[in-house]
Protein backbone atom coordinates (compact mmCIF):
# COMPACT_ATOMS: atom_id res chain seq x y z
CA UNK A 1 0.00 0.00 0.00
CA UNK A 2 1.38 3.50 -0.90
CA UNK A 3 1.97 5.36 1.75
CA UNK A 4 0.79 9.08 0.40
CA UNK A 5 -1.63 10.88 2.19
CA UNK A 6 -5.09 10.88 1.03
CA UNK A 7 -8.27 12.83 0.64
CA UNK A 8 -10.28 10.34 1.69
CA UNK A 9 -9.97 7.40 3.43
CA UNK A 10 -13.25 4.94 3.41
CA UNK A 11 -13.48 2.02 6.47
CA UNK A 12 -15.97 -0.24 5.19
CA UNK A 13 -17.12 -1.63 1.86
CA UNK A 14 -20.77 -1.93 2.32
CA UNK A 15 -23.24 0.67 0.10
CA UNK A 16 -22.51 3.52 2.21
CA UNK A 17 -19.27 3.43 2.23
CA UNK A 18 -18.79 2.72 -1.79
CA UNK A 19 -21.26 5.02 -2.58
CA UNK A 20 -19.05 8.08 -0.83
CA UNK A 21 -15.60 6.53 -2.70
CA UNK A 22 -17.97 6.61 -6.26
CA UNK A 23 -19.04 10.19 -5.14
CA UNK A 24 -15.63 11.32 -3.90
CA UNK A 25 -13.74 9.79 -7.13
CA UNK A 26 -15.73 11.21 -9.80
CA UNK A 27 -14.68 14.78 -7.89
CA UNK A 28 -11.50 13.86 -8.48
CA UNK A 29 -10.07 13.29 -4.85
CA UNK A 30 -7.81 10.91 -4.45
CA UNK A 31 -9.86 8.13 -2.42
CA UNK A 32 -8.41 5.06 -0.58
CA UNK A 33 -11.26 2.25 0.70
CA UNK A 34 -10.69 -0.01 3.16
CA UNK A 35 -12.65 -3.37 3.70
CA UNK A 36 -11.97 -6.00 6.24
CA UNK A 37 -13.89 -8.72 4.15
CA UNK A 38 -12.32 -11.27 1.25
CA UNK A 39 -14.90 -9.67 -1.19
CA UNK A 40 -16.86 -6.08 -0.79
CA UNK A 41 -20.16 -6.94 1.01
CA UNK A 42 -18.85 -10.27 2.34
CA UNK A 43 -19.28 -9.02 5.58
CA UNK A 44 -22.57 -7.13 5.00
CA UNK A 45 -25.96 -9.28 5.49
CA UNK A 46 -29.61 -8.25 5.24
CA UNK A 47 -32.87 -9.63 3.76
CA UNK A 48 -32.60 -9.08 0.04
CA UNK A 49 -35.05 -5.88 -0.44
CA UNK A 50 -33.54 -2.45 -2.24
CA UNK A 51 -35.93 0.46 -2.89
CA UNK A 52 -34.95 1.84 -6.38
CA UNK A 53 -35.76 5.38 -6.61
CA UNK A 54 -32.62 6.66 -5.17
CA UNK A 55 -30.33 4.16 -6.95
CA UNK A 56 -32.16 5.61 -10.29
CA UNK A 57 -31.35 9.34 -8.27
CA UNK A 58 -27.70 8.36 -7.88
CA UNK A 59 -27.23 6.06 -10.60
CA UNK A 60 -29.14 7.00 -13.77
CA UNK A 61 -29.06 3.77 -16.29
CA UNK A 62 -28.06 1.70 -12.91
CA UNK A 63 -31.49 -0.48 -14.00
CA UNK A 64 -29.40 -1.94 -17.11
CA UNK A 65 -26.26 -2.17 -14.96
CA UNK A 66 -26.99 -3.49 -11.03
CA UNK A 67 -27.25 -7.21 -10.61
CA UNK A 68 -30.80 -6.78 -9.78
CA UNK A 69 -32.24 -10.27 -9.68
CA UNK A 70 -36.31 -9.61 -9.39
CA UNK A 71 -38.36 -6.56 -9.57
CA UNK A 72 -40.72 -7.13 -6.19
CA UNK A 73 -44.11 -7.43 -7.76
CA UNK A 74 -46.18 -8.57 -4.93
CA UNK A 75 -46.40 -7.55 -1.52
CA UNK A 76 -47.54 -10.03 1.01
CA UNK A 77 -48.37 -9.33 5.09
CA UNK A 78 -49.32 -12.64 6.90
CA UNK A 79 -50.61 -12.79 10.61
CA UNK A 80 -49.58 -16.09 11.90
CA UNK A 81 -50.45 -18.03 15.32
CA UNK A 82 -50.69 -21.54 15.76
CA UNK A 83 -50.60 -23.21 12.21
CA UNK A 84 -53.28 -20.83 10.81
CA UNK A 85 -52.65 -17.16 8.70
CA UNK A 86 -54.52 -14.50 7.72
CA UNK A 87 -52.93 -12.73 4.78
CA UNK A 88 -52.89 -9.62 2.83
CA UNK A 89 -51.75 -9.68 -0.64
CA UNK A 90 -50.90 -6.43 -2.77
CA UNK A 91 -49.85 -7.17 -6.52
CA UNK A 92 -48.06 -4.08 -9.05
CA UNK A 93 -46.77 -3.89 -12.23
CA UNK A 94 -45.59 -0.16 -10.88
CA UNK A 95 -41.91 -1.74 -9.76
CA UNK A 96 -40.55 0.56 -6.69
CA UNK A 97 -38.24 -2.34 -5.27
CA UNK A 98 -35.90 -4.99 -6.13
CA UNK A 99 -34.29 -7.88 -4.77
CA UNK A 100 -30.34 -8.15 -5.02
CA UNK A 101 -27.43 -10.35 -3.56
CA UNK A 102 -25.95 -7.64 -1.23
CA UNK A 103 -22.24 -8.94 -2.21
CA UNK A 104 -23.09 -8.76 -6.30
CA UNK A 105 -24.40 -5.07 -5.05
CA UNK A 106 -21.45 -3.99 -3.76
CA UNK A 107 -19.46 -5.90 -6.45
CA UNK A 108 -20.83 -3.55 -9.06
CA UNK A 109 -20.58 -0.06 -6.97
CA UNK A 110 -17.31 -1.11 -6.19
CA UNK A 111 -16.18 -1.69 -9.74
CA UNK A 112 -18.18 1.71 -10.77
CA UNK A 113 -15.89 3.36 -7.75
CA UNK A 114 -12.87 2.05 -9.30
CA UNK A 115 -13.75 2.83 -12.52
CA UNK A 116 -13.77 6.28 -11.01
CA UNK A 117 -10.85 6.28 -9.53
CA UNK A 118 -11.28 4.85 -6.33
CA UNK A 119 -8.64 2.66 -5.04
CA UNK A 120 -9.87 -0.37 -2.68
CA UNK A 121 -8.12 -3.17 -1.07
CA UNK A 122 -10.21 -6.20 0.61
CA UNK A 123 -9.08 -8.35 3.66
CA UNK A 124 -8.12 -5.14 5.23
CA UNK A 125 -8.92 -4.71 8.39
CA UNK A 126 -8.73 -1.35 10.41
CA UNK A 127 -7.25 -1.33 13.73
CA UNK A 128 -7.42 2.08 14.45
CA UNK A 129 -7.94 5.72 13.92
CA UNK A 130 -4.88 7.67 14.10
CA UNK A 131 -5.02 10.86 15.62
CA UNK A 132 -2.92 14.00 16.29
CA UNK A 133 -4.39 15.37 19.28
CA UNK A 134 -8.54 15.60 19.03
CA UNK A 135 -8.31 15.23 15.19
CA UNK A 136 -8.45 12.09 13.39
CA UNK A 137 -5.56 11.88 10.50
CA UNK A 138 -5.69 8.83 9.26
CA UNK A 139 -5.95 4.62 10.50
CA UNK A 140 -3.48 2.19 11.34
CA UNK A 141 -4.50 -0.86 9.05
CA UNK A 142 -1.77 -4.04 8.49
CA UNK A 143 0.52 -2.39 10.87
CA UNK A 144 0.93 0.45 8.67
CA UNK A 145 -0.36 4.16 9.54
CA UNK A 146 -1.87 5.85 6.36
CA UNK A 147 -3.46 9.50 6.14
CA UNK A 148 -5.79 11.37 4.94
CA UNK A 149 -7.69 14.67 5.22
CA UNK A 150 -10.82 13.20 6.17
CA UNK A 151 -11.55 9.94 7.31
CA UNK A 152 -15.05 8.37 6.72
CA UNK A 153 -16.75 5.44 8.88
CA UNK A 154 -19.02 3.31 7.25
CA UNK A 155 -17.92 -0.12 9.48
CA UNK A 156 -22.32 -0.70 9.48
CA UNK A 157 -24.33 -1.43 12.36
CA UNK A 158 -21.68 -3.71 14.41
CA UNK A 159 -19.71 -0.34 14.90
CA UNK A 160 -16.79 -1.80 17.33
CA UNK A 161 -13.83 0.40 15.59
CA UNK A 162 -15.81 3.36 16.35
CA UNK A 163 -17.12 2.87 19.70
CA UNK A 164 -12.95 1.50 20.48
CA UNK A 165 -12.06 4.76 19.24
CA UNK A 166 -14.79 6.87 21.20
CA UNK A 167 -16.42 8.42 18.01
CA UNK A 168 -19.98 6.64 19.56
CA UNK A 169 -20.99 5.39 22.70
CA UNK A 170 -21.25 1.52 23.46
CA UNK A 171 -24.42 -0.09 22.03
CA UNK A 172 -26.84 -0.85 24.43
CA UNK A 173 -29.12 -3.99 23.49
CA UNK A 174 -32.05 -2.51 23.63
CA UNK A 175 -31.43 -0.52 20.35
CA UNK A 176 -30.48 -3.77 18.01
CA UNK A 177 -31.69 -7.12 17.03
CA UNK A 178 -29.78 -10.01 15.86
CA UNK A 179 -31.20 -11.02 12.34
CA UNK A 180 -30.73 -14.43 11.19
CA UNK A 181 -31.62 -15.66 7.83
CA UNK A 182 -31.20 -18.85 5.81
CA UNK A 183 -30.82 -18.77 1.70
CA UNK A 184 -33.03 -21.94 -0.04
CA UNK A 185 -32.83 -22.87 -3.48
CA UNK A 186 -35.35 -23.73 -5.23
CA UNK A 187 -35.20 -22.80 -9.29
CA UNK A 188 -36.21 -19.62 -11.04
CA UNK A 189 -39.91 -21.90 -12.83
CA UNK A 190 -40.66 -23.15 -9.45
CA UNK A 191 -40.29 -19.10 -7.67
CA UNK A 192 -42.09 -18.28 -10.29
CA UNK A 193 -45.30 -20.73 -10.52
CA UNK A 194 -45.89 -21.33 -6.54
CA UNK A 195 -46.00 -17.40 -5.71
CA UNK A 196 -48.03 -16.71 -9.16
CA UNK A 197 -45.21 -14.46 -10.49
CA UNK A 198 -43.66 -13.31 -13.99
CA UNK A 199 -40.26 -13.80 -14.95
CA UNK A 200 -38.28 -11.12 -13.45
CA UNK A 201 -41.01 -10.80 -10.99
CA UNK A 202 -40.52 -11.07 -7.04
CA UNK A 203 -42.37 -11.37 -3.81
CA UNK A 204 -41.43 -9.70 -0.45
CA UNK A 205 -43.17 -10.87 2.28
CA UNK A 206 -43.31 -9.92 5.77
CA UNK A 207 -44.64 -12.38 8.97
CA UNK A 208 -45.59 -11.56 12.57
CA UNK A 209 -47.20 -13.67 15.31
CA UNK A 210 -46.60 -16.15 17.65
CA UNK A 211 -43.35 -17.89 16.11
CA UNK A 212 -40.95 -15.45 17.77
CA UNK A 213 -42.53 -16.84 21.18
CA UNK A 214 -43.70 -13.53 21.72
CA UNK A 215 -40.27 -11.99 21.40
CA UNK A 216 -40.33 -8.70 19.10
CA UNK A 217 -40.08 -7.96 16.20
CA UNK A 218 -41.03 -10.73 13.19
CA UNK A 219 -39.53 -12.53 9.96
CA UNK A 220 -39.41 -12.02 6.40
CA UNK A 221 -38.83 -13.76 3.34
CA UNK A 222 -37.41 -12.22 0.03
CA UNK A 223 -37.44 -13.98 -3.94
CA UNK A 224 -34.22 -14.01 -5.50
CA UNK A 225 -33.55 -15.36 -9.23
CA UNK A 226 -33.68 -19.10 -8.21
CA UNK A 227 -33.31 -19.13 -4.64
CA UNK A 228 -35.56 -17.36 -1.44
CA UNK A 229 -34.13 -15.62 1.41
CA UNK A 230 -36.17 -16.48 4.97
CA UNK A 231 -35.27 -15.32 8.01
CA UNK A 232 -36.28 -13.43 11.52
CA UNK A 233 -35.20 -10.51 13.20
CA UNK A 234 -35.07 -11.11 16.99
CA UNK A 235 -34.60 -7.73 19.63
CA UNK A 236 -31.86 -8.42 21.84
CA UNK A 237 -33.05 -7.17 24.84
CA UNK A 238 -35.80 -9.40 25.48
CA UNK A 239 -34.10 -12.48 23.43
CA UNK A 240 -31.47 -12.02 25.94
CA UNK A 241 -34.14 -12.15 28.83
CA UNK A 242 -37.04 -14.18 27.69
CA UNK A 243 -35.73 -16.15 25.14
CA UNK A 244 -35.97 -19.99 26.13
CA UNK A 245 -34.82 -21.63 22.67
CA UNK A 246 -32.50 -21.52 19.99
CA UNK A 247 -33.08 -18.30 16.86
CA UNK A 248 -32.50 -21.52 14.65
CA UNK A 249 -35.51 -23.00 16.27
CA UNK A 250 -37.97 -20.28 15.57
CA UNK A 251 -36.93 -19.83 12.09
CA UNK A 252 -37.87 -23.68 11.30
CA UNK A 253 -41.23 -22.86 13.31
CA UNK A 254 -41.48 -20.46 10.45
CA UNK A 255 -40.02 -22.13 7.65
CA UNK A 256 -42.49 -25.45 8.64
CA UNK A 257 -45.45 -23.15 8.50
CA UNK A 258 -48.35 -23.81 6.18
CA UNK A 259 -47.84 -20.41 4.74
CA UNK A 260 -44.50 -21.39 3.86
CA UNK A 261 -44.16 -24.82 3.54
CA UNK A 262 -45.02 -25.72 0.08
CA UNK A 263 -42.99 -22.67 -1.15
CA UNK A 264 -39.77 -24.37 0.03
CA UNK A 265 -40.77 -27.34 -1.09
CA UNK A 266 -37.83 -29.64 -2.48
CA UNK A 267 -35.34 -26.41 -1.71
CA UNK A 268 -32.01 -27.04 -0.37
CA UNK A 269 -30.35 -24.73 2.21
CA UNK A 270 -27.28 -22.95 0.49
CA UNK A 271 -26.63 -20.14 3.40
CA UNK A 272 -26.88 -19.48 6.92
CA UNK A 273 -26.22 -15.97 8.44
CA UNK A 274 -26.93 -14.09 11.27
CA UNK A 275 -25.92 -10.27 12.07
CA UNK A 276 -27.04 -6.92 13.97
CA UNK A 277 -29.41 -4.79 12.80
CA UNK A 278 -30.87 -1.44 14.05
CA UNK A 279 -34.22 -1.74 15.13
CA UNK A 280 -34.39 2.26 17.14
CA UNK A 281 -31.82 4.34 15.04
CA UNK A 282 -32.96 7.88 16.90
CA UNK A 283 -31.43 6.00 20.06
CA UNK A 284 -28.23 4.50 18.10
CA UNK A 285 -27.45 7.49 15.88
CA UNK A 286 -24.52 9.15 18.03
CA UNK A 287 -24.95 12.62 19.06
CA UNK A 288 -22.61 14.00 16.11
CA UNK A 289 -22.08 12.56 12.86
CA UNK A 290 -19.19 14.11 12.13
CA UNK A 291 -16.23 16.17 13.71
CA UNK A 292 -12.27 17.03 13.55
CA UNK A 293 -10.84 14.50 10.45
CA UNK A 294 -13.78 12.06 10.27
CA UNK A 295 -17.90 11.49 8.79
CA UNK A 296 -19.79 8.68 10.44
CA UNK A 297 -22.23 7.34 7.80
CA UNK A 298 -24.90 4.19 6.84
CA UNK A 299 -26.01 1.81 9.59
CA UNK A 300 -22.72 3.24 11.86
CA UNK A 301 -25.02 6.38 12.09
CA UNK A 302 -27.92 4.75 12.48
CA UNK A 303 -29.68 6.04 9.13
CA UNK A 304 -31.92 3.27 8.74
CA UNK A 305 -35.57 3.08 8.37
CA UNK A 306 -37.64 1.04 10.58
CA UNK A 307 -40.98 1.10 9.11
CA UNK A 308 -42.98 -1.89 11.56
CA UNK A 309 -43.50 -3.99 8.79
CA UNK A 310 -40.20 -3.83 6.77
CA UNK A 311 -36.88 -2.30 6.95
CA UNK A 312 -35.47 0.21 4.89
CA UNK A 313 -31.25 0.72 4.80
CA UNK A 314 -29.69 0.14 1.54
CA UNK A 315 -30.72 2.78 -0.29
CA UNK A 316 -30.43 5.28 3.33
CA UNK A 317 -26.84 4.21 3.40
CA UNK A 318 -25.94 5.05 -0.10
CA UNK A 319 -27.77 8.46 -0.32
CA UNK A 320 -25.81 9.28 3.43
CA UNK A 321 -22.17 8.64 1.28
CA UNK A 322 -23.88 10.82 -1.58
CA UNK A 323 -24.28 13.46 1.02
CA UNK A 324 -20.88 12.46 3.01
CA UNK A 325 -19.11 13.33 -0.71
CA UNK A 326 -20.92 16.25 -1.43
CA UNK A 327 -19.86 18.08 2.10
CA UNK A 328 -16.39 16.76 2.09
CA UNK A 329 -14.73 20.08 0.97
CA UNK A 330 -16.33 21.83 3.59
CA UNK A 331 -15.15 19.71 6.26
CA UNK A 332 -11.88 19.39 4.91
CA UNK A 333 -11.43 23.63 4.99
CA UNK A 334 -12.65 22.72 8.63
CA UNK A 335 -16.19 23.32 8.59
CA UNK A 336 -16.85 19.70 10.14
CA UNK A 337 -20.29 20.22 11.14
CA UNK A 338 -21.38 20.82 7.36
CA UNK A 339 -21.65 16.99 7.24
CA UNK A 340 -24.16 17.01 10.27
CA UNK A 341 -26.44 19.87 8.87
CA UNK A 342 -26.63 18.55 5.41
CA UNK A 343 -28.02 15.37 6.81
CA UNK A 344 -30.30 16.55 9.68
CA UNK A 345 -31.71 18.17 6.66
CA UNK A 346 -32.22 15.62 4.27
CA UNK A 347 -35.06 13.33 3.34
CA UNK A 348 -33.18 10.48 5.07
CA UNK A 349 -33.09 12.18 8.41
CA UNK A 350 -36.91 12.96 8.32
CA UNK A 351 -37.72 9.23 7.43
CA UNK A 352 -35.88 8.24 10.05
CA UNK A 353 -37.27 10.39 12.93
CA UNK A 354 -40.66 9.66 11.18
CA UNK A 355 -40.85 6.60 11.86
CA UNK A 356 -38.98 6.60 15.53
CA UNK A 357 -41.97 5.35 17.14
CA UNK A 358 -42.39 1.84 15.37
CA UNK A 359 -40.29 -0.21 17.64
CA UNK A 360 -41.78 0.21 20.86
CA UNK A 361 -45.15 -0.47 19.26
CA UNK A 362 -43.50 -3.49 17.93
CA UNK A 363 -42.54 -4.73 21.98
CA UNK A 364 -46.20 -4.54 22.84
CA UNK A 365 -46.82 -8.09 23.57
CA UNK A 366 -50.86 -8.32 22.54
CA UNK A 367 -49.34 -7.25 18.77
CA UNK A 368 -47.59 -10.91 18.54
CA UNK A 369 -49.30 -13.36 20.94
CA UNK A 370 -53.19 -11.98 21.68
CA UNK A 371 -53.94 -9.90 18.12
CA UNK A 372 -52.30 -12.51 15.54
CA UNK A 373 -54.44 -15.31 17.72
CA UNK A 374 -57.80 -13.24 17.72
CA UNK A 375 -57.90 -12.37 13.81
CA UNK A 376 -56.98 -15.99 12.60
CA UNK A 377 -59.94 -16.90 14.99
CA UNK A 378 -62.38 -14.33 13.67
CA UNK A 379 -61.72 -15.56 10.34
CA UNK A 380 -61.81 -19.41 11.49
CA UNK A 381 -65.57 -18.68 12.78
CA UNK A 382 -66.48 -16.58 9.48
CA UNK A 383 -65.48 -19.11 6.96
CA UNK A 384 -65.72 -22.54 9.17
CA UNK A 385 -70.03 -22.82 8.29
CA UNK A 386 -71.72 -26.00 9.86
CA UNK A 387 -75.52 -24.44 9.91
CA UNK A 388 -75.39 -20.86 11.70
CA UNK A 389 -73.36 -17.95 9.65
CA UNK A 390 -71.95 -16.53 12.41
CA UNK A 391 -71.78 -12.05 12.19
CA UNK A 392 -68.49 -11.05 12.00
CA UNK A 393 -69.26 -8.34 15.06
CA UNK A 394 -70.16 -11.83 17.52
CA UNK A 395 -66.98 -13.24 16.30
CA UNK A 396 -64.98 -10.45 16.99
CA UNK A 397 -66.80 -9.85 20.56
CA UNK A 398 -66.26 -13.49 21.39
CA UNK A 399 -62.67 -13.59 20.65
CA UNK A 400 -61.63 -9.73 22.51
CA UNK A 401 -63.46 -11.62 25.42
CA UNK A 402 -61.75 -15.05 24.91
CA UNK A 403 -58.40 -12.78 25.39
CA UNK A 404 -59.58 -10.26 27.60
CA UNK A 405 -59.38 -7.18 25.21
CA UNK A 406 -61.34 -4.50 25.46
CA UNK A 407 -62.49 -2.63 22.91
CA UNK A 408 -60.72 0.46 24.48
CA UNK A 409 -57.56 -1.39 24.17
CA UNK A 410 -58.13 -2.22 20.48
CA UNK A 411 -59.41 1.11 19.39
CA UNK A 412 -55.97 2.69 21.24
CA UNK A 413 -53.91 0.20 19.29
CA UNK A 414 -54.99 0.29 16.43
CA UNK A 415 -54.55 4.28 16.07
CA UNK A 416 -51.57 4.00 17.46
CA UNK A 417 -50.15 1.96 14.76
CA UNK A 418 -52.00 4.10 11.92
CA UNK A 419 -50.16 7.06 13.53
CA UNK A 420 -46.89 5.77 14.03
CA UNK A 421 -47.12 3.44 10.93
Given at each position: ?26 SGYQV ?181 DGIPD ?204
Open positions: MSSEKFDAIIVGGGPAGLSAAYFLAKLLLEKGKTLGSKNLYGGKVYAKIFKDLFPGFEKEAPIHRWVSKEIFSILSGNESTSLIYDTKEYSAFTSNLTELCSWLGKKAEEAGATIFTEMKVSSLLKEGDKIIGVNVGGEKVEADVVIVAEGANRLLSEKSGLVNETPKHVVALGFKESVKIGEKEIQERLNLEENEGASWMFIGDFTGGFLYTFRDYVSIGIVLSLEEAVQSSKEHVSIMLERLRNHPVVKNLLKGGETIEYGAHLTIVDPISYMPRTLSGKGYAIIGDTAGLLGNLGYTFRGVDFAAYSGYIAANSFDKMRNGEWESYDEQIKNSWVYKEVKRFSNVHEIMKKERLLNAYPAMLNEIMASVFHIEKNTPKLGDAALKSMKKWRISPLHLMSDLIRLAREM
